[in-house]
């Protein structure tokens, strides 16, 4: 079972992608649905701020598309826990403890899906740069990598 984490007080921030989803309404970045990629060093808390729901349309592209559950089962778990709202996707999650090499694989499977028009230059541009940068860090210094909802 995946560790939950109680982040203290504002992590250094290293990346703010918040500023690509602002909502047209109400200008907040996705209505307020701010999420945070975060990791932990020595005391030192550093997080890429992200709009929850802009993101989680990259990832109900599989939820959408209607594929055999073969192919399904394959997908990465942190896509799979979107589809099923369980793990870091649960309604009770706030900050889960999510597996680095599976989140990297994730950013993989959005970038090389086959349908291009469920991904934006953002996605490209920014989320997937600084996500694996800011996941591959953490694995380089052996951090746990976890995401806040």
């Not at 649905?33 to 701020?49: C, D, I």
Request: with cysteine.
């Amino acid at each position: 079972m995946p560790e939950t984490y109680q982040y203290q007080g504002n992590p250094f921030t290293r990346e703010d992608l918040t500023h690509l989803c602002l909502c047209p309404c109400c200008g907040e970045p996705d209505c307020g649905e701010e999420y945070m990629l975060l990791t932990e060093s020595e005391g030192k808390q550093e997080a890429v701020l992200f709009g929850g729901g802009t993101f989680r349309g990259y990832l109900n592209y599989w939820f959408y598309e209607g594929i055999t559950p073969v192919e399904y089962s394959k997908l990465p778990e942190f896509v799979r826990q979107n589809n099923e709202c369980t793990g870091w996707q649960d309604i009770s999650a706030q900050c889960t403890e999510i597996n680095a090499d599976d989140f990297l694989l994730t950013l993989e499977s959005i970038k090389n899906c086959s349908r291009k028009e469920y991904l934006y230059d953002d996605f490209e541009n920014y989320y997937y740069p600084i996500f694996k940068k800011f996941a591959e860090e953490a694995m380089r210094k052996g951090q746990k990598l976890y995401i806040s909802i």
